[in-house]
């Protein structure tokens, strides 16, 4: 394995780890555009994202200057980057300096050859259908990224495509399961409040029951947390048998 | 075809009538060619069956839930596998009691998978088998995929339901454990304990005299008896 070929699969393992639960997507984020800066003959990269409403962010850049000129292809809607997101396909700006360039997008093309910079190469991040933002590699040079480095490029925008959904997915399960645990715990201490009047009050569990409404109702208060306070030891049963 | 297709395929032909997470443990024993295997919930407060199918799994199921010990705990508290290929030799530390009665039932080897979704992690299903060794590569695999399914199963349905209400396969496990609750509230008036003790009493008393952890409730709460002060 050559050099360029152990960074590469390096690059690809480390990425892959993060699909492993508990794990910073931001921190995968700063990983993917530092590593494509590393591996691929390109001198800055970025990535943007689009957020539940549709609007683009800047959540990553190896530089200033290249979170600049991010914001202002989000901002003025127009650049390379954008047109990938939009299309889902790899999109290669060309010379900056070239007139057919200016003309396609006349503010990016200018600002980003002002500061420095002579081609951009924007790669969709992309899962099938659903396309989440784009992955941008800066170069001062003005030649077209190589066949190698594109698929390369490719490969690593894919994996952290697939984290940042695993992770939203994951993010959502856990919501739900909360709920679930929630709506459970619930019912449980119900169950046990039911049990423990019963014993105490020598009644049946739907007498029980009855009585632990009763109670709530006239206190103006939750159910559960009746419940709640009846198996804490926190509420005197005998105001329950009372009422 | 892939993995997941074949055994989406299996689901959908074992489904007789029930529900696609009730059809999970009827197409995990088609799908791996153990004799049974059983679905539970596993959650800090509360712990039900969802399903159960072919041999031992029911038995097996219960006894976990009535003895608090077995495979299922072991693969949601580790996140991974379970596997134990011969029960009566290595199933004893782990599962004392547990083992002993599987053994006694037949059970030779099983191995539970957790069901979970990234972090959130909710649930077991095992897989009992009457025969020795580990599962082949195949079915570990296909193991993975049916638990993977049944925990996108259970979080679509209950994303679905309101905040308050949990899908009906959970509903019908939890309405089997109603009674252990209400004992469990019972022994805490009783004894003045909190509730995980009065939970371990209970258990204890249900091993301790032959009954499943729902029949000793049933028999607290419906029979009126309590458990001796000195436990």
Redesign the interface.
Known sequence: MTSRERHVTGTLVQLADTLV??YDVAEMFYYLVESCTDVLSIDHAGLMLVDADGILHVVAATSEVTHLIELLQIQNQEGPCLDAFRSGLVVESGPLADSEVRARWPILSEAAHDAGFGAITAMPMRLRDQVLGALNLFRVETAPLTVDDLAVAQAFANIATISIL??R??????T??D???????????I??????????ANIS?DESFARIRRYARNNNLRLSNVARDI?ANVLD?ELLIEA | MTRLTRILGILRAERAGETLLGSVCRAAVVALGTNGAGLMLLTKSHRGPICSHGDFATLGEDLQLSLGEGPSGDAFDTRGLVEVTDLSASGGERWPMFSQAMTEAGVISLASFPLQIGGARFGALTLYRSSYGELSFEQVADGYVIAQIASHLIIAGQAQVGEDSVIPEIEAGFVRMEPVHQATGMVMAQLGIGAEDALARLRGAAFGSDRTLVAMADHIVLGGVELPRDG
């Open positions: 639960a508990g695993q992770a997915a994951t993010h959502d399960a856990r739900v399961i709920q679930l645990q929630r709506a459970l715990d619930t019912r449980v201490v169950e046990q409040a039911k049990g423990f009047i019963a014993q105490h569990l198996v049963p």
